[in-house]
């Protein structure tokens, strides 16, 4: 069974940075063989792509949201099977549930992890 655990989320102010991260279990190899990604979910919208990262048979070539681009970087760190989010200049429009997502054979999501980006 495959398992997400996200950490890092808080109140920050804007301007701040944050960086998320998303523990895996569970699957079978390294965390570079499948494609993984970041979404958030503000109250009352659909949840969207934040960024993504492609598995390593693709080069883990990176993607990124309009919005995010420039300020957010996704990466892994293969030897401890965590995702991160590094989020610099945060706005209070990034203020949201963050989730951690995996594809193997299905989606597979973390419980999420609250921002809000506030003064």
């Known amino acids: 069974q495959v398992q997400l655990v996200e950490s890092g989320g808080g109140l920050v102010q804007p301007g701040e940075s944050l960086t998320l991260s998303c523990a895996v279990s569970g699957i079978s190899g390294s965390i570079r063989n499948y494609r993984m990604g970041w979404y958030r979910q503000a109250g009352g919208k659909q949840r969207e792509l934040v960024a993504g990262?492609?598995?390593?048979?693709?080069?883990?070539?990176?993607y990124y949201g309009n919005s995010v681009k420039g300020r957010f970087t996704i990466s892994r760190d293969v030897a401890k099977n965590t995702l991160y989010l590094q989020m610099t200049t945060l706005k209070p429009d990034d203020t949201a549930v963050y989730f951690c997502?995996?594809?193997?054979?299905?989606?597979?999501w973390g419980q999420g992890t609250q921002v809000t980006v506030s003064s």
């Open positions: 990262i492609a598995p390593i048979q693709s080069d883990d070539s990176t």
């Open positions: 997502n995996l594809f193997n054979m299905r989606d597979w």
